[in-house]
């Protein structure tokens, strides 16, 4: 234990010893010249001797700075502790001297309260000042004493950080608390620290995250350090672990904050989009993670719209809409499109077109209809049922399954569970559709484009054949549509029999863009014409496949595992 020379301890910049300013003694500087330096540099404005007066009523006071005769000094209109009287104070092995300014520039607080006491004690003739020992960490309390002689002090680190805040809770040093409770972030990742503004990651879909919310529990309020715990008659506060994330990348970090300050990202490879994906989930970056999804937008002029392809495992609830087809005023439309924005990142929503890869789209050329499996069957399922949710359409489930225990998600996966879809999904492969099969580029052949005709338009011989279009068209503008009387083409077409050269395809990597239209029933049972009352479906219209025609074309594509 030793004394700290009381000379070089007690001055604090600012404080008046008997009406003289001490500035002049420690800096050559006068009165007036730090009463400008401190409008010039505490608040960045700088403030003429009119200016600095409030209405006549005195000037603007600054958090920390005191002059003679201000209230902070005073109770009852007798000063609390002597400006210029330097008070004793022993944290662990360390004494430490501060005068009267410096303990009243951060007050009320423990140390305020014990030697106002003390004053009043030694007033009454019952004993001196005694110095008051606290078994903390002295070498956290020389920057506190820095914080009360008035400079400003900012956390080393992240341990740094929670040993100041902790002690300024414990002392109750409200205007410390206060500046801490406002600083930035700090964190230690990946072994390597971080300083962050608190505003680096307060965008859409950012705010609530790993830190806002982790470290929550340490700083839940400026009044309160320790939630759930009693701070009156507290010894001894309970120990905070700095907020540190060892399992985590720093590099990876480093490009989330450069991101995240709207700076451009070279994304380098597939890998590097994972690790800063997975490291947005991992923190709770909804608003990144969307903008760092794969994904593509473009104006289509012959479609006349902006269009978005965007991954099927990569679409969000929240950012599928319908759009209905342009109709007249007084009818609603027949059939639309799915539209896609991202969350948190688009203002406006784009026609999308799903890409599905993953080789678990199987094409059936006979009936025009698409299997799914595994996951992507799941994922499927679901945007049809987001879809119809979309569209306020009614469920076709069994009102006993859902009803039944786990509801509607004890069924299994399948596009049948929605009202927009059978279990096996209706396509349409236009003549601008690109394919690539078997690793060469393919054109359909006009017999196939025939066979779809047929599957898509009713026989002319029905008698309402000419009350509906072609349900599996992708007539962007109803006045281009097809007369629905048309007959199919007369050119003359292969034997059926032809179509075992299509078969089925398995889709390795396919776009398709979502077609809602009125679902029509073929059968000869059908009494209204083909369309089904009310009823919709979903078909996917191809953009691009690159597809394989059995095991064989499979096998062309497999590489070496060595």
């Known amino acids: 234990m030793y004394a700290v020379d009381s000379r070089s301890q007690d001055l604090w910049v600012g404080d008046d010893a008997q009406g003289a300013s001490l500035v002049s003694s420690v800096s050559g500087l006068s009165k007036s010249d730090f009463e400008t330096f401190t409008a010039d540099n505490v608040g960045g404005k700088q403030a003429s001797s009119a200016s600095s007066m409030a209405n006549g009523k005195g000037p603007i006071k600054t958090p920390g700075v005191l002059r003679t005769g201000d209230a902070a000094l005073l109770r009852n209109g007798q000063p609390t502790l002597p400006a210029e009287k330097a008070f004793a104070i022993q944290i662990g092995w360390r004494l430490f001297r501060l005068s009267g300014a410096s303990i009243m520039s951060d007050a009320p607080s423990y140390f305020s309260t014990y030697f106002e006491e003390q004053q009043r004690l030694d007033e009454s003739g019952n004993g001196g000042l005694k110095t008051l020992f606290i078994d903390r960490d002295p070498d956290t309390f020389a920057d506190i004493c820095r914080h009360l002689q008035g400079y400003w002090v900012l956390p080393r680190d992240n341990a740094h950080y929670v040993k100041l805040y902790a002690d300024a809770q414990f ?11 406002d600083s930035e972030i700090f964190v230690s990742i990946g072994g390597q620290q971080f300083q962050i503004p608190r505003d680096t990651f307060s965008g859409p879909g950012n705010s609530s995250n790993f830190f806002s919310l982790g470290f929550a529990g340490f700083l839940s309020s400026r009044d309160d350090a320790f939630p759930g715990l009693e701070s009156r008659g507290l010894m001894r ?32 490879d597939k890998e590097h989009r994972a690790e800063l994906l997975g490291d947005c989930k991992y923190y709770g970056f909804k608003g990144l ?14 479609r006349g719209t902006s269009e978005i392809i965007m991954r099927l495992e990569d679409l969000h609830k929240s950012g599928i809409s319908f759009m209905g087809d342009v109709s007249p005023s007084d009818q609603s439309p027949l059939g639309g499109w799915v539209n896609y924005s991202r ?3 688009d203002e406006i929503s784009y026609e999308v077109i799903v890409e599905i890869g993953n080789q678990e789209t199987k094409i059936d050329f006979r009936s025009m209809r698409a299997d799914f499996y595994g996951e992507t069957k799941k994922r499927i399922s679901s945007l049809f049922q987001v879809v119809a949710d979309k569209m306020n359409l009614p469920s076709n489930l069994p009102l006993g399954l859902m009803m039944s225990s786990g509801g509607a998600s ?7 569970n929605t009202p927009l879809s059978e279990d096996r999904v209706k396509i349409r492969i236009g003549p601008d559709a690109h394919i690539i099969l078997d690793g ?12 779809q005709t047929e599957l898509d338009y009713q026989d002319p011989s029905t008698p309402s054949s000419g009350t509906f279009s072609a349900p599996g068209y992708s007539w962007p503008n109803p006045m281009l549509r097809p007369s629905s009387t048309r007959p199919p083409a007369t050119k003359k077409r292969k034997r059926r029999g032809s179509l075992d050269e299509f078969g089925e395809w398995i889709v390795r990597k396919g776009q398709w863009r979502m077609r809602v239209q009125p679902r029509v029933d073929l059968s000869p049972r059908s009494s209204r014409g083909g369309i089904e009352g009310g009823a919709m479906e979903i078909v996917l219209c191809a953009v691009k496949l690159d597809a394989v025609s059995g095991q064989r074309g499979r096998n062309i594509g497999r590489g070496w595992v060595s």
């Open 440 to 451: 060469q580029e393919h054109t359909m052949d006009d017999s196939t484009l025939d066979h």
């Open 171 to 181: 002392y109750s040093l409200p205007r410390l608390i206060s500046q801490l409770f």
């Open 289 to 302: 993670m969307h903008k760092l999804f794969v994904h593509d937008i473009s104006y289509n002029a012959e």
């Open 343 to 345: 969350p948190f990142v």
């Open 410 to 416: 004890a069924a299994p996966a399948s596009p049948a």
């Open 237 to 268: 506060p309970p120990a905070v672990q700095p907020q540190s994330v060892p399992n985590r990348s720093a590099k990876v970090f480093n490009d989330l904050i450069h991101l995240s300050r709207g700076y451009p990202l070279t994304i380098k």
